[in-house]
């Protein structure tokens, strides 16, 4: 109203007054309020993850309660931890990645202290795919400390989901050490066919092995290895993340110990997938092969109903049975994209 109260006295100021100026303030307070109540009502649904000294983040909401189904968003700029980071190199890029002591992760971030890149190869193939198509950008699910969403930021929109907090505080402080912030939204949620708080274990020397658990402590890896209990975290649908999309053509990376069977559902996951072009997903096949025969078709028919097949990482479809399947599988819609 003061915006409106100002108007119409800059047009008692120029001599405007009569019909013709009460009917330009009422059309220009109109569009005014207009533009100013839809800002409004869409930013009382925007909250914003704070990492407070602990290591832990809070959500500020405006006073009104957390909506479950709100993806908790992570500022970079908000980590204030020191870690150690070190300069990646990967197709021509450079890019800092914050890593464990060896003592808490004697795989991945070993293999990034030697100098060398976990996984380098199919990790370049997706980049290669979003340099292809700039209309693509990434879906990392399960990202860990960010091998596959550092360097994609540099070179596409990325969104990251992460569960365990250590890892995602350190993806969160490369990111801002990197500089691709305005390109990278990051999760700290877990996707599921549930939306509820669930712990999480984790092996004690690896921590790319975070695996959602429905106790109060973890006792073993899904693999039977001796395991450390983190601390609770938020799950979500794969729907929840449909507001935070920024094009309609996306690749995927599912990396989530087990628990990729409980991602794709109809019900949870199913609009992403009528809404985004999702023409590759890249996905851990390890430890899903091991479910209970209907929970592995009722992913598989997931995908099977929208027209995907099965590959190999080089290019080969898969037709044998799946529990015959590599450890890492890649689900193409047709017409098949070329993983070079």
């Known amino acids: 109203m ?7 006295e800059r047009m008692r100021m120029i001599g405007l007054t009569g019909f013709k100026g009460t009917i330009a303030v009422v059309v220009t307070c109109t569009i005014f309020l207009t533009i100013f109540m839809y800002n409004r009502l869409n930013l009382t649904d925007v909250y914003i993850a704070i990492a407070d000294n602990l290591g832990q983040h809070k959500v500020e909401d405006a006073g009104k309660p957390v909506n479950e189904s709100l993806p908790r968003v992570v500022i970079p700029t908000s980590v204030n931890q020191n870690f150690q980071c070190k300069t990646a190199h990967l197709l021509n890029m450079k890019f800092p990645i914050c890593i464990y002591d060896v ?3 004697n ?14 190869k199919v990790v370049s193939g997706c980049l290669r795919l979003l340099l292809s198509d700039k209309r693509l950008q990434l879906v990392d699910i399960g990202a860990n400390i960010g091998l596959w969403s550092l360097p994609a930021a540099r070179i ?44 999480m274990g984790v092996f004690k020397t690896n921590q790319g092995i975070a695996f959602l658990i429905r106790t109060d402590k973890c006792s073993v890896t899904p693999t039977g290895l001796p395991c450390l209990t ?22 995927m990376k599912v990396d989530t110990e087990g628990h990729e069977v409980s991602v794709f559902t109809n019900s949870t996951a199913g609009d992403f997938f009528d809404r985004i ?3 590759v997903v890249f996905l851990e096949w ?10 592995v078709q009722r992913l598989l028919n997931f995908f ?7 590959f190999n990482t080089r290019n080969s479809k898969l037709t044998s049975h799946y529990f015959r399947w590599p450890d890492d599988i890649i689900f193409k819609k047709i017409p098949y994209m070329h993983i070079s």
């Open 286 to 295: 390890v430890l899903c092969k091991r479910h209970p025969e209907d929970i």
């Open 2 to 8: 003061l915006v409106c109260k100002f108007l119409y």
């Open 156 to 199: 596409s929109k990325v969104i990251s989901v992460e569960p365990n907090w250590n890892s995602m505080s350190r993806l969160a402080k490369a990111v801002d050490l990197g500089a691709v912030s305005s390109n990278i939204t990051l999760i700290h949620n877990a996707i599921s066919n549930v939306r509820t708080t669930l712990r």
């Open 304 to 310: 099977y109903s929208r027209n995907y097949s099965p």
């Open 107 to 120: 795989l991945i971030s070993r293999v990034i202290r030697r100098g060398r890149y976990f996984e380098a």
């Open 277 to 279: 072009d999702v023409p």
């Open 230 to 251: 983190l601390p609770p975290t938020k799950t979500i649908f794969l729907n929840d993340l449909l507001p935070l999309m920024r094009s309609r053509r996306a690749l």
């Open 103 to 105: 003592k808490t992760d």
